[in-house]
């Protein structure tokens, strides 16, 4: 079965624009995860939804936001981006929450730039 | 701060050596995952040990978790070139909350 898929796999925007990121959970999956990556940071967790409800919010600030549909495909929203927001974004998919003992499942991610 | 704290931060080994990296962790957890990352690329599963377990293998891999010490371990014998990659940890809080935390990771070099 398809895995877990994120578009677009790269972007480049100037500071101040917005952007939608969207990632699709493998078939059956209700829970997705959004995590940035970068190399001074590591991966910081953004938010997990389950069941079109966010379960739990990292430390960011309202300028990231996101939202789950009834097809558990998951957007996340940047806006007034930053040079700082340059990042890998990954998002990962379970059956359950994260909490509930379930293996996550990775995208390839999304490699944004802030110029 | 990061849940998980891998240790070392980098390593680099002749390929057929062992390769052990280690994890610690702050509070207690469900369960801890190790995972792999090729360079920029997304994260692949490779193991889950839950709190209740001491140690697992899946063919090369053998991880242990000491919930005591909160930290655990993730071997890999007889490495090759392949195996270099980005290791991270992961744990799932035992707080409630729906999150898996990663830890900076430990990056492996594999020389051939």
């Known amino acids: 079965k398809a895995g877990v898929t994120q578009t677009p796999r790269y972007l480049i925007k100037t500071r101040g624009q917005q952007v939608t990121l969207s990632c699709s959970p493998i078939?059956?999956?209700?829970?997705v995860s959004w995590y940035q990556q970068t190399p001074g940071q590591g991966l910081q967790f953004l938010f997990e939804y389950f069941s079109e409800t966010q379960r739990n919010k990292g430390n960011f600030p309202g300028r990231f936001s996101g939202r789950q549909f009834s097809n558990s495909r998951s957007e996340m929203n940047v806006s007034t981006l930053e040079l700082g927001d340059s990042a890998l974004y990954l998002c990962?998919?379970?059956?359950?929450?994260?909490?509930?003992?379930?293996?996550?499942?990775f995208g390839q991610g999304t490699r944004l730039t802030v110029v | 701060s990061q849940q998980g704290e891998e240790d070392p931060q980098a390593l680099s080994i002749q390929e057929g050596e062992n390769a052990t990296m280690n994890c610690s962790y702050k509070t207690s957890i469900n369960n801890l995952q190790w995972y792999r990352q090729n360079s920029g690329r997304g994260l692949v599963h490779l193991i889950l040990?839950?709190?209740?377990?001491r140690e697992k293998h899946s063919g090369r891999l053998r991880v242990t978790l000491d919930t005591s010490k909160k930290s655990s371990s993730l071997l890999i014998t007889a490495s090759r070139a392949a195996d270099t990659a980005s290791y991270f940890c992961a744990t799932n809080p035992d707080t409630g909350g729906f999150k898996t935390i990663f830890g900076a990771g430990t990056r492996l070099f594999v020389k051939a």
């Open positions: 078939s059956g999956h209700r829970s």
């Open positions: 990962a998919s379970s059956l359950a929450p994260s909490g509930a003992r379930s293996e996550a499942f």
């Open positions: 040990i839950r709190s209740n377990e």
